[in-house]
Every structure is written in structure tokens, then in C-alpha cells.
């Protein structure tokens, strides 16, 4: 039985130690800007699409990488022998899986590379990655590993709450209207994946410190019931890293996870909820 790879893409948003440890592959998706695409992680920082949204008062456009981009990536496993099992965004979200059969097919092997929709993002894809990297050093099979990460993927929970609207408005997806109301009241909601799609769970009121505070202590049944493998705190820029300090503190001061993560959100996901975003994610059990 030959070496099982396992492969994601840029928006697991893992952390370059987990990366090297496991040697996962990852494929970057695309940031649009100023009609030039740039790979994510590869080309662009999270502090540059601020920057440039902030100037132009839009924010880029993200796209699934290229077919030939994930071709060159494959080839080397397809020369080695190895079989690869590919764990993705969102196929709600983005039309990467996709991508992957293609290019697999292309160069004729599809027989060897498995493409599971996450039905998730950011460190929700990464929870299940690990999974899986861990089965896959385990010596399980790659049939194994597929049927373990489908069956378990919809236990995975992941959620953020987001300092402002603004980005979610620049990029249409909420109004205007909502984003001004937001700021007004204060109001700092509670975002959470759900069957592979994003939407509002709960909103909270007050600044974003005491807000995030709240969302970790209306998650601790929930915690203390999870999966103690590991938990992520993931984050994209803040201005404030003493509140990741706070919440990982809170998490280790639970004594049940083996793990307490941290990651910095990627391109793709800051593009979207911008700075000052910050989730706890987890498996249930």
C-alpha cells in the first residue's frame, strides 16, 4: 500500500508548523486586485488587502486557483505513486473541489485522488485535515480516512464574530444600510458555517473585547463536550492580541483539550470579514 498525501488549500488557514509536520499540500486560491490575480499566502498578506481595500473601498475578488496551477501540484504525487486525498473549501462557497477532479482527471488520476468537501472554511477545513493527516500516519488507508472525515465533517464546529461589517458590505454581502446600523448599535454578530453556508447565529452588543468574551462563555457546555483532541482560536489582524491571549487562556483554563491552536486567518477569509474577526472551532463529539 503506498503513501497516503494529504492535500488542502489555502484557506485551512493552518499554521506553517502544522503544515511542515504533517506535510500537507496545500494549493493557493486567488486574490484579485487591480485586474492582477495573486496566490494566497504566496503573493499577497492579509495587511495588503487592507490596505488596498481601504484605498479603493471594495474588497478583492477571490477565485479557485487555475487548473494548471493544481496540476503542477499533483504531478509529484501521481510520479511517486502516492495516493492523495484532498480536503476543501466550502463547495457552497467556492468551485476549488471542482477544480481538483478536473485536474486530476487531466492527467489521469482520478483513481488515486479523493476530493472531500469540507463543507466548511478557515481552521473548520483545518480541524479536518489534521484528522485526517493523523489517520493517514496512523497507516489507515485512504478509503478509511475518506469514510472517517465524510462521516465525521458535519461535527465540526466553526463560528466568528467580526468587529464591523464593513468588509461583508464592501463585498456585497450584506447592505450598506446594515453594515452604518451595525457600527451605530454597536452590534458585533456571531458568524457560523452551517451545512457548508455562512449565517448569522447571534448578535452581540457592546464593544468587541467583552463581545468576544461572552461568545467563548456561551460556547463552554459546548467545549467541555467537545472533542478534546484540539481547539483553534483563528484570527485575522487585531488590534488587540491580548484578547487572543484572554481567550486561549480561557480555553487552557478548561483543562480539556490536548491542543489549544492558534492561526492567522488567510487572504481569502480576512478579504471577506476583514480585521478584528476571531473564532473558536472544534470538533464535537
Known amino acids: ?6 492535500l488542502s488549500d489555502s484557506t485551512c488557514d493552518l499554521t506553517k508548523a502544522q503544515i511542515e509536520k504533517h506535510e500537507i499540500g496545500i494549493i493557493p486560491l486567488c486574490i484579485i486586485m487591480d485586474d492582477k490575480s ?4 504566496l503573493e499577497v498578506t492579509p495587511s495588503e488587502i487592507f490596505a488596498w481595500s481601504n484605498k479603493n473601498k471594495t474588497t478583492p475578488k477571490t477565485s479557485a486557483p487555475g487548473i494548471e496551477k493544481v496540476i503542477e501540484i499533483l504531478k509529484p504525487y501521481k510520479e511517486r505513486g502516492e495516493e492523495v486525498i484532498y480536503i476543501g473549501i466550502s463547495e457552497d462557497m467556492s468551485t476549488t473541489c471542482n477544480v481538483i477532479r ?15 468537501n469540507s463543507m ?3 481552521t473548520g477545513i483545518g480541524l479536518q485535515v489534521l ?14 480516512i475518506v469514510t472517517a472525515i465524510e462521516e465525521a465533517r458535519v461535527d465540526v464546529r466553526a463560528s466568528f464574530v467580526i468587529d464591523t461589517l464593513v468588509f461583508l458590505s464592501r463585498g456585497g454581502r450584506c447592505s450598506s444600510v446594515t453594515a452604518l446600523l451595525a457600527s451605530t448599535l454597536k452590534i458585533k454578530p456571531r458568524i457560523a458555517v452551517t451545512m457548508g ?8 452588543h457592546g464593544n468587541f473585547g467583552k463581545s468576544l468574551l461572552r461568545y467563548v462563555h456561551d460556547m463552554e457546555e459546548d467545549l467541555l463536550a467537545a472533542d478534546p483532541t484540539r481547539v483553534f482560536v483563528t484570527h485575522s489582524e487585531m488590534d488587540d492580541p491580548a484578547l487572543i491571549r484572554e481567550i486561549v487562556d480561557y480555553l487552557k483554563e478548561l483543562n480539556h483539550f490536548k491542543e489549544v491552536c492558534t492561526s492567522d486567518a488567510g487572504c481569502v477569509i480576512s478579504s471577506h470579514c476583514g480585521p478584528n474577526c476571531l473564532g473558536v472551532l472544534f470538533y464535537a463529539k
Not at 500500500?1 to 494529504?6: A, F
Not at 495573486?38 to 499566502?41: E, I, M, R, V
Not at 484528522?131 to 478509511?144: H, I, N, P, Q, V
Open 1 to 6: 500500500m503506498g503513501k497516503v498525501r494529504i
Open 38 to 41: 495573486y496566490y494566497d499566502g
Open 102 to 116: 478536473l485536474a486530476a482527471d487531466e492527467i489521469e488520476y482520478e483513481d488515486k485522488v479523493h476530493v472531500i
Open 120 to 122: 466548511n472554511l478557515s
Open 131 to 144: 484528522r485526517a493527516a493523523d489517520m493517514a500516519e496512523a497507516g489507515k488507508s485512504a478509503e478509511e
Open 197 to 204: 453556508k455562512m449565517g448569522v447565529s447571534k448578535k452581540y
